[in-house]
């Protein structure tokens, strides 16, 4: 029989209202003809069509002039080869101008699912028994653009969770940086590490004199297409990657409420989105926490895993994942090291689960395989839901499994404390089936979680609904891990 599960009422929909300004592509042509027409306009009806347009999205945006201005910039550099005189234009000229090649993005419009949530590090103020919390979603736009947006509410002790309400802007980071790596530079440091100069040619001769990891990945894969390479070259162009082991950093204002904040792609691995976060509260052997979250960027082609960084949800770190053991989706941390090493859920082959062990939390050698479909409602393949978490009795795995028809139902499976490679037991049945209303959405017969937490003597689970809106269940802890500690015996 299946464990008794709690729906709690809390739910997330889409909600177009959540708004960002982007920059409005036009093209060289369309570009340079627009800003001929702005030019051209007498300064009195510059200033009333920038007056009209502050007055009417002022409300909407914090520092509306300052996206304008960026977006002026990026429109001259577009225009830097035409006639146009773009040195000569007046400041309210600029901003009309930048007015023009923006646009309001809704980053909520289509979904707003797989959610991960973590506990805060903000425990003050709170009644006894209660418990503030951080939750990640992954937010759904126009063009099926995904990105990572956040909500913080407060589990009391009796299991009831209530959410504070959204701020009244989204604001992306306020500061951007993008690793650009000297071409020169790099290959001097190629060569100290004694990588064949055959090798080194076939890739950075693709490449400007300054050049971005997306690109990189970009020459290295058209290297690998179109020359038969054997082992050993292979290994020489990983170390290519493995020196490219590029960053960006995101920072947040002080002044934005977490809900207002939203990690939008921005790498060329990531261009078409950031999907399934999953967030894991991590605690180093020295007693340090970070917040660590892996996700898969999209380019519109490839996927790439990567990882994230956090210590207060201000400032982000975000950088590639290597190794055979972080290929594919479906990656997750341990929130913790065992035995002196990271560990790392995986689902390499698309069909089983692995976990692996690593020195480095970026680099992931070959993952041993724990799991594979055992039950008819888990047969096309079978994967974690985002972190374990840590029980007396072992490590909980709320796993998913996908059966016929495509429908994606969560499990659970017990995993031992010192070793995780070792499997104690797996429940035979799903713990959550979608019911009527959670198998209608985007994707329909699918409810997926990005990593369940504990919370006095229950398992919180929030999972999202047919990739369309979001959920949360309640477990009886001592029930699951009584199921899980039993599965085995044959009755």
Not at 6 to 28: A, C, L
Not at 432 to 459: A, F, K, T
Request: hydrophobic residues 35%; proline residues 4%; aromatic residues 10%.
């Amino acid at each position: 029989m299946r464990i008794p599960i709690e729906r709690m009422p809390n739910r997330f929909y889409p909600d177009f209202k959540r708004v960002i300004i982007r920059y409005f592509e036009n093209g060289e042509a369309r570009s340079a003809d627009l800003v001929s027409k702005v030019l051209a306009m007498s300064d009195a009806d510059v200033e009333l069509a920038l007056s009209q347009t502050l007055r009417e999205f002022s409300k909407r945006h914090r520092n509306l002039t300052q996206k304008f201005m960026e977006h002026f910039e990026k429109a001259r550099d577009v225009l830097k080869n035409t006639d146009l005189d773009m040195e000569a234009v007046g400041e309210k000229q600029m901003l009309l101008i930048g007015a023009y090649f923006s646009l309001e993005y809704s980053i909520v419009s289509a979904a707003f699912f797989n959610p991960s949530m973590v506990e805060s590090n903000d425990q003050t103020g709170l009644v006894e028994g209660s418990r503030r919390v951080i939750v990640s979603f992954r937010a759904t736009g126009e063009g099926h653009i995904s990105s990572i947006v956040f909500h913080t509410g407060i589990i009391d002790k009796d299991g009831t969770l209530k959410f504070e309400e959204s701020g009244n802007y989204v604001d992306e980071a306020v500061v951007v940086k993008r690793y650009d790596y000297d071409k020169g530079v790099f290959i001097g440091k190629l060569r100290e590490m004694k990588v064949d100069e055959k090798i080194i040619s076939m890739v950075m001769d693709r490449l400007n004199d300054s050049f971005i990891y997306g690109e990189l990945r970009r020459a290295v894969r058209e290297t690998l297409e179109s020359n038969n390479q054997n082992e050993e070259k292979k290994r020489a162009i990983s170390q290519i990657i493995w020196l490219a082991d590029s960053h960006y950093q995101i920072k947040f204002s002080h002044d934005t409420h977490i809900s207002e904040r939203v990690i939008f792609p921005i790498s060329y691995t990531e261009r078409k989105g950031i999907e399934d976060a999953r967030f894991v509260r991590f605690t180093d052997d020295d007693g340090e926490v970070y917040y660590y979250a892996t996700y898969t960027a999209y380019d519109g082609h490839a996927i790439l895993p990567k990882l994230i960084v956090t210590r207060d949800f201000y400032e982000f770190e975000v950088k590639p994942l290597h190794g055979e053991g972080a290929h594919n989706k479906n990656l997750a941390l341990f929130p913790r090291k065992i035995n002196g090493k990271y560990v790392m859920l995986s689902r390499i082959d698309g069909v089983n689960s692995y976990i692996g062990f690593s020195d480095k939390l970026n680099l992931w050698g070959q993952p041993r395989k724990i799991q594979e479909p055992l039950y008819p409602w888990e047969f096309v393949q079978v994967g974690n839901c985002g972190a374990p978490v840590e029980t007396a009795k072992g490590w909980i795995v709320i796993t998913h499994g996908v059966g016929p028809m495509r429908k994606y139902c969560l499990g659970a499976a017990l995993l031992d404390l010192e070793d995780p490679s070792k499997e104690i037991g797996r429940l035979k049945e799903p713990l959550l089936i979608p019911n009527e209303e959670e198998r209608e959405g985007y994707v329909p017969n699918v409810v997926y979680s990005c990593g369940p937490m504990v919370h006095n003597d229950r398992l919180i689970i929030h999972y999202g609904l047919s990739d369309t809106s979001s959920g949360f269940i309640s477990v009886q802890l001592d029930k699951l891990l009584e199921k899980l500690i039993n599965s085995n015996d044959s009755n």
